[in-house]
């Protein structure tokens, strides 16, 4: 079956950096669209970044542009979330998802799920 793990968060101090990894299995890999999304206790999932199956388009949410970089490795079946200058507002649950529309930002539109992995950004 399909599944997507992910891995890469912790606690850092604002300013800090973290990379998030997801490993695919189960699927054909290179043929999905992978996003990146984020929930907040209290808060909805929303996108943060994601990336087309090729790796030649990708599109962030306003608040990580310049800060945050998706990319994927098709030979590795991986997609990274290199996320820089990060600040308390980064803080939550980081899950990494694969659809097979191009890049679009609505959870709904994703087929599958990891399991999330918490990123905590302390002031």
């Known amino acids: 079956q399909v599944q997507l793990v992910e891995s890469g968060g912790g606690l850092v101090q604002a300013g800090g950096s973290l990379r998030l990894s997801c490993a695919a299995s189960g699927l054909t890999f290179s043929s999905y669209g992978m996003g990146w999304f984020r929930q907040a206790p209290g808060k909805e999932r929303d996108i943060v970044a994601a990336i087309s199956w090729s790796g030649g388009y990708a599109r962030y949410v306003d608040s990580v542009k310049g800060r945050f970089t998706i990319s994927r490795d098709n030979a590795k079946n991986t997609v990274y979330l290199q996320m820089n200058s990060l600040k308390p507002e980064d803080t939550a649950v980081y899950y990494c998802?694969?659809?097979?529309?191009?890049?679009?930002?609505?959870?709904?539109?994703?087929?599958?799920w990891g399991q999330g992995t918490q990123v905590t950004v302390s002031s």
């Open positions: 998802a694969a659809t097979q529309g191009r890049v679009p930002r609505e959870p709904y539109e994703y087929d599958y």
